[in-house]
């Protein structure tokens, strides 16, 4: 069996670690390095983890054609696609000025108040969104429409009804 020196401690008291052990004393040269080097190596960790998106295709401009005798209408309308600058507005108050428009452009859409639905008879040659105090149960009677805006107009849903439209003829 083992026994302990009666003179001499178990343990030593005046042991002292290895300079190497631990982390520095705050406040020391030695400790400003360390936490500089745990930056340095968590900026280097983060800039390999973050991948950056591949530049946007441009996209073609869009023109859509509103036909509204109303200007507030047509200022709700552009004001809730003022942020995308890929889409173009060609106004008209009314279903005669819109026929002479779209025998000048080619519009991807049509938006059309439902006051002058008289220009759904004709063929337009593109979608056409209606304006209506509210939603038809049967959109027979205005013949080929790709959507329906109920009054009041919601500046969001307009925007969303509008894009969706215009980048499904885009794909």
Known sequence: MLQANPTSPPFSSTYAPPATYGRPKRGTPAYAAAVRGQIARL?????ATVAEAPPAAPIAVQTVLLVSPCPKVRSLVHGSLRDHGWVRFIDASSADEAKRLLKQHTPQLVV?????VALLSSSLGARVVLIADSVPRSTATFGPLAGVLARPLN?????????????????
Request: charged share 25%; glycine share 0%; hydrophobic share 50%.
């Open 112 to 116: 059309i108040d439902q006051s002058e």
């Open 43 to 47: 900026a280097a960790l983060h800039a």
């Open 155 to 171: 500046p969001v849903r307009v925007a969303e009804r509008v894009l969706s439209l215009l980048e499904e003829s885009v794909a």
